[in-house]
């Protein structure tokens, strides 16, 4: 069955970096796009940052476009986010999510656990 | 970017009404549009995509319209389980919007 694992979440202070992982199995994981959604304590969903299934396309929130970075690796099934110059507003539950595409239409199937990023002092 | 206007935020119904929740878009974006459920403290689920469309599982009793600008998630009678917060999302432009939620509660 497919598998997200997030991890890498934890207290940092602000203006430090974090790198975020996310586990894949269960399926071809070079073969999809995947994403990153956060949310923040008690707040709605937002979308982060996305990758095509290859790596060459990568597109970003305006909110951290220039701090984060998405990534992956298809060698260990593996979806990363490297968070630099994070800040208290980046505090959020942190969410990989696999994209799908039927016919012409394009949605997340299947989401990880999530994992906490808090930023403090 | 295209912004993504649920309404209402919150509404408090009883097991076995009707009811909608609305989604506007700040662009039209044909039917590129999906519908979530969350429960507190797990993970968004997919209900529908295609605006449309049911995932596979999800119950007839969802239903979706809509088209451009304007959708709609009913839910035809609701089961206990249903309570939870529903977010649309965008799929038009490459910058997944999310609404901000609306908040199902128990009457």
């Known amino acids: 069955q497919v598998q997200l694992v997030e991890s890498g979440g934890g207290v940092v202070q602000p203006g430090r970096s974090l790198r975020?992982?996310?586990?894949a199995s269960g399926f071809g994981f070079s073969s999809y796009a995947m994403h990153w959604v956060r949310q923040a304590p008690g707040k709605g969903l937002e979308w982060?940052?996305?990758?095509?299934?290859?790596?060459?396309?990568?597109?970003?929130?305006?909110?951290?476009?220039g701090r984060f970075?998405?990534?992956?690796?298809?060698?260990k099934s593996t979806l990363y986010l490297q968070m630099n110059s994070l800040s208290a507003e980046d505090t959020a539950v942190y969410y990989c999510a696999r994209e799908v595409i039927i016919q012409l239409w394009l949605s997340f199937d299947y989401w990880?656990?999530?994992t906490l990023v808090t930023v403090s002092s | 970017d295209i912004q993504m206007t649920q309404s209402p935020s919150s509404l408090s119904a009883s097991v076995g009404e009707r009811l909608n929740i609305t989604?506007?878009?700040?662009?039209?974006?044909?039917?590129s549009l999906n519908w979530y459920q969350q429960k507190p403290g797990k993970a968004p689920k997919l209900l529908m995509y295609a605006a449309s469309r049911l995932q596979d599982g999800v119950p007839?009793?969802?239903?979706?319209?809509?088209?451009?600008?304007?959708?709609?998630?009913?839910?035809?009678?609701?089961?206990?389980?249903?309570?939870?917060?529903?977010?649309?999302q965008q799929s038009h432009s490459s910058l997944y919007s999310f609404g901000q939620g609306t908040k199902l509660e128990i009457k």
């Open chain 1, 69 to 75: 970075t998405i990534f992956r690796d298809n060698s």
């Open chain 1, 20 to 23: 975020l992982s996310c586990a």
């Open chain 1, 48 to 65: 982060v940052a996305s990758v095509s299934y290859d790596g060459s396309d990568k597109y970003y929130a305006d909110s951290v476009r």
């Open chain 1, 112 to 114: 990880g656990q999530g």
């Open chain 2, 23 to 31: 989604c506007r878009a700040s662009q039209t974006i044909g039917t």
């Open chain 2, 60 to 88: 007839s009793r969802f239903s979706g319209s809509g088209s451009g600008t304007d959708f709609a998630l009913s839910i035809s009678s609701l089961h206990p389980e249903d309570f939870a917060t529903y977010y649309c």
